[in-house]
């Protein structure tokens, strides 16, 4: 009676961290799609969207890979649910703000929802079309960013949620500035690069594993 007690108790304390092994960081990877771009200069981006469904906060590393002189700028998606995009932080450089939607990007690309850029001068309200080109994604640079997520969604979403399309064509877009020699402007679309991925969180994985051990050499015991 008493072993069965103590095994029963044991069980009930091991509960909720079994259960907490539902959270997960979701990741997805987008491409530029440079045939699709508005100004067809070559520029060129890989960006790598992860999602931390517990923490409530998405990373977005985002590279050049145009290969020639250029800069980025400013950077946009849309978030499909009922959620708060705020930027918390850009860990490369303290250069950057947050915008908020809607964000008007070239007609072809339509609005979004969320993004960053370049703080423009003086007391300018932050554009997407706006920006320092000295302050951006240089080539073959990489730039991170964090953003707190709130909302009531918040806890469900997952990092493909942060590039839907809502009817358009695209569900992420970067600007371009000083492309090249002739100091040109693109923005290039993104699309996902491969099935959104999924890394369960592991807090309580050796916990289940022990509880499902103690049950074991019980029945052994009583068999």
């Known amino acids: ?122 007391n300018s309200t932050p554009k997407f079309n706006a920006g320092k080109v000295a302050l951006g994604i240089a080539d073959a640079s990489t730039g991170t960013f964090v953003f707190d997520v709130s909302g009531s969604a918040a806890a469900t979403l997952e990092a493909v949620d942060f590039i839907a399309r809502n009817g358009a064509d695209f569900g992420f877009v970067v600007r371009f500035q000083g492309i090249g020699s002739n100091d040109l402007s693109d923005v290039v679309p993104g699309q996902p690069m491969t099935p959104p991925s999924i890394i369960p969180t592991p807090a309580a994985a050796p916990a289940g594993l022990m509880l499902l051990g103690l049950l074991a050499t019980r029945r052994r015991r009583t068999a």
């Open 1 to 122: 009676m008493h072993r069965t007690s103590t095994l029963t108790a044991l069980a009930a304390a091991l509960a909720l961290p079994v259960a907490a092994v539902s959270a997960a960081t979701t990741s997805v990877d987008v491409f530029g799609d440079v045939a699709s771009s508005n100004e067809q200069t070559g520029a060129d981006f890989e960006a790598s969207l992860s999602y931390d469904d517990a923490a409530q906060q998405l990373t977005v590393a985002l590279t050049n890979t145009t290969g020639f002189t250029s800069a980025i700028t400013a950077f946009a998606f849309n978030l499909d649910a009922d959620a708060d995009v705020v930027l918390n932080e850009f860990l490369s450089r303290m250069s950057w703000v947050n915008l908020d939607g809607p964000i008007d990007t070239p007609g072809q690309f339509g609005l979004f929802s969320d993004g960053a850029t370049t703080k423009a001068s003086g």
